[in-house]
């Protein structure tokens, strides 16, 4: 037997041989009955912010600038106890809808995209309607974006 083979029958032996692994789980203690558990501490949270899962907690936080570790329950706890409140002041202020922000006769500047540059003589421009999260204003056909608007005072 050469090199070469000798190290493909031990490669196959290995693999052939797969040792059954079995690690038993740790039995419970009495203390570990009364500690807070993940999953409970993350539903209390997202009850309190209102937000539907991490990932939205994750955008909010983001905002604030405060960086948590969503896998430990310290940060749950954290957000439940301290910035919950905060977290749901940025959620309300984003699901405003657009009726709440702008009505029809407003009159309003847009932040339009490069290339539309012929379009600010026309400013300001005055809403026709809203429909959702859009705008239709007087000299355009298509609907804006109401984040791209500004009311003019």
């Not at 490669?11 to 203390?31: D, G, L, M, V």
């Not at 405003?96 to 702008?102: H, K, N, P, S």
């Not at 540059?117 to 026309?122: D, S, T």
């Amino acid at each position: 037997m050469n090199c070469t083979e000798k190290s493909r029958a031990i490669a196959t032996t290995i693999t052939s041989c797969k040792p059954a692994i079995h690690t038993p789980q740790r039995k419970a203690r009495e203390h570990d009955k009364q500690r807070i558990r993940l999953k409970d501490v993350k539903a209390w949270a997202l009850k309190r912010c209102g937000c539907s899962s991490s990932a939205e907690v994750k955008k909010y936080l983001k905002q604030l600038r405060i960086v948590l570790d969503l896998r430990m329950t310290s940060a749950w706890v954290a957000i439940n106890s301290e910035l919950a409140i905060a977290i749901k002041q940025l959620r309300e202020v984003d699901t405003c809808t657009a009726r709440e922000l702008f009505k029809s006769g407003d009159r309003v500047i847009w932040d339009y995209p490069t290339g539309w540059g012929y379009i600010e003589k026309w400013f300001p421009l005055v809403v026709t309607k809203v429909i959702g999260n859009e705008a239709y204003l007087d000299m355009l056909e298509n609907p804006v974006p109401v984040s791209q608007l500004q009311l003019v005072a």
